[in-house]
Structure formats: structure tokens, C-alpha cells
């Protein structure tokens, strides 16, 4: 198989997959959220982003090793 041969055997390949992935995302794709389950998940998203934030926060801050103990039971409750 020659330079081109395989070129245009990876060409038909990228373009297979690529039709198919259209064709997935048209139909919805089986796992695609519902709109009231992808309003939930950006939510959810939010909330572990501001937990991210404190945790950052609490690891970069100098402190005492009792306030850190105290900033991690609050995220605990």
C-alpha cells in the first residue's frame, strides 16, 4: 500500500467516525441529560467548584493546625 493509498484510507476513516458522530448527536445520544438533569449537573458543578475554591484556600493559607481541623469539620457538616 502506497502514501496515497493510506492516506485516503484514513480519510474514509476520520470521515466514517465523524458521520457517525453527527448522527449520535442529532438522535440525542443515549446519556444526553434531560433539560431539568443538565440544569441539576450545572448546579452540581457550582457547588464542587466552590468547594474546590475553600479547599485551595485552606491549603495555601498559613494557619494554626486546630483552624485547619476546624475549616474541615465545617466542610464535613
Known sequence: MGFFDA???IIAIAAFAYLR????????GENAPSG???S????????LRERVTVLER???EE???RDLAREIEKLRD
Request: charged content about 35%.
Open 7 to 9: 492516506l485516503v484510507v
Open 21 to 28: 458522530g453527527q448522527k449520535y448527536r442529532a438522535q440525542g
Open 36 to 38: 431539568a438533569a443538565y
Open 40 to 47: 441539576e449537573l450545572e448546579k452540581e458543578v457550582v457547588r
Open 58 to 60: 485552606i491549603a495555601t
Open 63 to 65: 494557619r494554626d493546625e
